[in-house]
């Protein structure tokens, strides 16, 4: 008999990070949110950062 397979929860609360996509830095969420891709990495974690309370 196989094992049961672990069941995938969704996320709980938000929690953000950035990724560099060529020259372009973005914030990204566990939640699906996607800020706009800016040049400054700085300004890019201040999205991530305002994110959950928006």
Same mark, same amino acid.
């Given at each position: 008999? /196989? @094992?049961?397979? /672990?069941?995938?929860?969704? /996320?709980?609360? =938000?929690?953000? #990070?950035? !990724?560099?996509?060529? #020259?372009?830095? @973005? +914030?990204?969420?566990?939640?699906?949110?996607?800020?706009? +891709?800016?040049? #400054?990495? &700085? @300004? !890019?974690?201040? &999205?991530? &950062?305002? =994110? /959950? #309370?928006?």
């Amino acid at each position: 008999m /196989p @094992l049961p397979r /672990p069941t995938e929860r969704p /996320p709980t609360g =938000h929690t953000t #990070s950035t !990724a560099e996509r060529g #020259s372009f830095c @973005l +914030a990204l969420c566990t939640c699906g949110w996607r800020g706009p +891709a800016r040049r #400054s990495r &700085d @300004l !890019a974690r201040k &999205d991530a &950062d305002r =994110h /959950p #309370s928006t």
